[in-house]
Every structure is written in structure tokens, then in C-alpha cells.
């Protein structure tokens, strides 16, 4: 079975998880670890969120202007957000506008995922590139970055098997 979600770890890590996929067990297995979702399920609530992790770790980059969820995001074409720099003339200056998008799908997950997608497009107002920098300044904002971002590929691993959302909020 090929686990494209997680096909850039080392094989021996993929073979951890293999039988659990095969065997349907994935989110499950999640579903223990992590029992419930975040709260933060407006983007007035997000743009909150991320703001507080901003004037934590990233006081002096440039302001927001606009952080939102959006539905159209495809996951995982870039590391599962975006971020978005709108060069629009002011005056004289050239202003940047920066703006974060990050996917629907974070809306229900647990808390973890969705700070390590914001700990990312933050630390692009910095770094552009995924670079060593880069990741540097993810795991200086999160120390668990990587090991939340594998879990998260976990959880993209069981929906792309056919799996059900986990966290979603039942119909009313
Ligand atoms: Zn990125």
C-alpha cells in the first residue's frame, strides 16, 4: 500500500504505520490520542488565534491583514496552507498585504494541527522558502512542529483510504 501522504519519511517509519492503515485501524488509533477538536471555528476566532501566536513569537514582522478559512485551499499543495503577499501601491510606497488562508479542514482537528499550520504561514512573513530557516523558526515557535505535522499526515492518510472526518460536529 502506498501511503502517499507519508511518502517522504524514511520507509522504516512508514512501515510503522502500514498495517494500521491496511488493517483500517488509523483513525481509530487518532481518535484516542487526540480526543477532541479546537474551538477556534470562526476566522474572527482564527484571526485571533493566529494574531495572539503572532505578538508571541513575531512582534516585529509585518501586520496582518487578513487570516480566513477557505474551502477552495487544496491541502496539500503548499504544506497544507498559504500565505499570500498582495504588493499594492500606495502613494509612493509599496506596500505588502499579508494575508493567511488556511484549508477547511482545520477547522476540526485537534488544537496541535491547527497551531502547527499558523506556526507555518507565521514564519513565512520571514522566511519565503522551506528551508532549514524556515523550519527552524517553526520548531522555535512549536518544538513538537514535526511530530504534530506527521500526525496530521496520519490523519490525511486515513480520509485519503476512504476514512470519515473524526472531529466533525454532529448534524443538528
Ligand atoms: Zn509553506
Known amino acids: 500500500m502506498r501511503l502517499k501522504y507519508l511518502a517522504h519519511y524514511p520507509e522504516p517509519l512508514q512501515a510503522q504505520v502500514r498495517p494500521l492503515a491496511e488493517a483500517g485501524r488509523l483513525g481509530e488509533a487518532l481518535q484516542r490520542r487526540f480526543p477532541q477538536a479546537h474551538d477556534v471555528r470562526t476566522d474572527g476566532a482564527l484571526y485571533d488565534y493566529t494574531q495572539s501566536l503572532k505578538s508571541e513569537f513575531m512582534r516585529n514582522a ?21 500565505h499570500t503577499t498582495v504588493s499594492r501601491v500606495q502613494g509612493q510606497k509599496l506596500k505588502a498585504r499579508h494575508e493567511i488562508r488556511v484549508a477547511s479542514l482545520f477547522r476540526e482537528v485537534p488544537l496541535e494541527w491547527l497551531r502547527m499550520i499558523v506556526v507555518h504561514e507565521l514564519a513565512h512573513l520571514k522566511v519565503r522558502e522551506h528551508d532549514k530557516a524556515f523550519y527552524a523558526l517553526c520548531t522555535h515557535m512549536e518544538p513538537a512542529y514535526h511530530q504534530h505535522e506527521f500526525d496530521l499526515r496520519l490523519y490525511m492518510t486515513h480520509l485519503d483510504l476512504g476514512g470519515q472526518a473524526l472531529w466533525t460536529p454532529a448534524a443538528a
Open 62 to 82: 509585518q501586520p496582518l491583514s487578513k487570516v480566513l478559512y477557505d474551502s477552495k485551499l487544496h491541502v496539500v499543495r503548499h504544506a497544507l496552507g498559504t
